[in-house]
């Protein structure tokens, strides 16, 4: 990742939201470090990300991606409830490639939805898997365990949102709800074979991997 292009991506307002604790004056990405760097080590061949208001997540781990130069690519499911940012395809890949990034598969549905599909029942193993759809307990534990089965030995599991509770007006006044994700991440806790880590830096994210045994 070079200067030019972290100044780029920074440089767009949209981008400087929802919580991963970045900001443009120091072109830091806050958060963004630790999902670039984990793409970095993993190198994972492929990655799915649920939700995402702006692309800010699916980008930054799309540029660990291509920056290891092994044709990884990025499974984006976000079915565009908060506005209609991500309604048009065309206009979501040209999004993506306004900052150099054609590998990312945007399927707007819910993770319900996209289960049903033939792009579930063929996608292939996972190396990271990042949760950052509707925020409550419920959803976070089924947005895992849809892909609990395709996860790979070594898959680490960010779920942003995920270390401590939360009002949320997002999808509109009459619609607010409580991040509940936390709770959650409390029973993964609870499991002898799973290792869960909190960064609370600004709206936090959890990360979840398998013990090594």
Known sequence: MDNQWLQTFLADPKLLRMGHGQSASDMNLGLGWLY?????????KHIVCIGSWRGFAPMVLAKGLADNAEDGRVSFIDPSMVDHFWADADKTRQWFASFGLNNIDHFRCTTQEFVETAAYRQMREVGILFVDGFHS??????????FMHLLEPG???FFHDGVRKKN???YG????YVHTVCDYIDELRSRPDLQVFDFPLADGVAVVSSRIK
């Open 155 to 157: 898959a680490c599991v």
């Open 173 to 176: 006044a009459d619609k607010a």
């Open 168 to 170: 949320s007006g997002i």
């Open 36 to 44: 670039y760097a984990q793409v970095r080590i993993l190198k994972p």
């Open 137 to 146: 307990a419920e959803q976070a534990r089924f947005d895992h365990e849809a």
